[in-house]
């Protein structure tokens, strides 16, 4: 996205977010992609470790904490059953706040 930005010039540049795959990763993804947005041009080309280090000196300690929970899931060992398990409940939630909203729409979900 930066890359995109930085082509841009002066122009202006939309973000348009597309349906998740991966519960768990969607709110850092989504919490960079509007940073970058925000920050503007920028000519540094960084690693994902570098740009992750610049987002978080960006935030204050509560905004930290929060984005620090919303990489519990992000690692790049091996995700524990645990953490597995976690993930997958959430996606049970969102699941089955899908089927209420639409339920009174598709007979399916009755």
Known sequence: LRLILNACGNHKVAMVLEGGYNLCTMPRSIACCIYT???????LNLTLSEYEREFVQSMDENERRKFNEWKLFQTQDII???????????????????????????????
């Open 80 to 110: 524990n059953l645990q953490q597995q398990q976690n993930c997958l409940k959430e996606v049970h939630k969102v699941i089955a706040k899908v089927i209420e909203c639409h339920s009174h729409f598709w007979k399916c979900f009755q």
């Open 37 to 43: 947005l925000l920050a503007g041009k920028q000519e």
